[in-house]
């Protein structure tokens, strides 16, 4: 199985702040990988699609790269909103698997 | 707008069996692989199982091959999850999600989720 280790676990910052979140797959995933939001008491929305693609209505400041085994996510000016839990899936293989979660908090 | 409802969930002694719906609309249900993800309390998501379009492929994760089962009916546009054998730590939100394609994909669309809790 794939495993997707995500870094850091937790991050604190302002808004405003720029921020990056990584995930990096134990093999070569190509760009089969997303990325979610999840807010407190809510079902997660998707962010990001193959790695770098933008889901409709999600606001530009989201951005996604990577490919192979590396990956981030980045949010240019953090706005109050954005303060969530994120996570990365890898789906080019199956079992499909999550990353473990960045909690991002208020500084 | 896609619109997914699961159904199902409950307190349940552990052993026992329970059958999870997901009903959908305002998509052509017939055309899209279909996910179960699940998140334990205060616990990150576990991706759970897929199926394909027609119904011709299921994929699992580890934790849950050999007592869980996915299935569908096209004519009704609705997703199940069969689980066996509930344990403890089968207690969880279980969330179902479109796929991308006919295959699978990342989970796109979900649905609010319902609560499975194993307790005697």
Redesign the interface.
């Known amino acids: 199985d794939i495993q997707m280790t995500q870094s850091p676990s937790s991050l604190s910052a302002s808004v405003g702040d720029r921020v990056t979140i990584t995930c990096r797959a134990s093999q070569g995933i190509r760009n089969d990988l997303g990325w979610y939001q999840q807010k407190p008491g809510t079902a997660p929305k998707r962010l990001i699609y193959a790695a770098s693609s933008l889901q409709s209505e999600v606001p530009s400041r989201f951005s996604g790269s990577g490919s192979g085994t590396e990956f981030t996510l980045t949010i240019s000016s953090l706005q109050p909103e954005d303060f969530a839990t994120y996570y990365c899936l890898q789906h080019n293989s199956y079992p499909y698997t999550f990353g473990q979660g960045t909690k991002l908090e208020i500084k | 707008q896609v619109h997914l409802v699961e159904s199902g969930g409950g307190v349940v002694q552990p052993g026992r069996s329970l059958r999870l719906s997901c009903a959908a609309s305002e998509f052509t249900f017939s055309s899209y692989g279909m996910?179960w993800?699940r998140q334990a309390p205060g616990k990150?998501?576990?991706?759970v199982a897929?199926i394909w379009y027609d119904g011709s492929s299921q994929?699992?994760?580890?934790s849950v091959k050999g007592r869980f089962t996915i299935s569908r009916d096209n004519s009704k546009s609705t997703l199940y999850l069969q689980i066996n054998s509930l344990r403890a730590e089968d207690t969880a939100i279980y969330?179902c999600a479109t796929g991308?394609d006919f295959w699978?994909?990342?989970?796109?669309y979900?649905?609010?989720?319902t609560l499975v809790t194993v307790s005697s």
Request: aromatic fraction near 22%.
């Open positions: 996910h993800v990150g998501l576990e991706w897929v994929y699992y994760a580890d969330y991308d699978s994909g990342s989970p796109n979900w649905g609010q989720g």
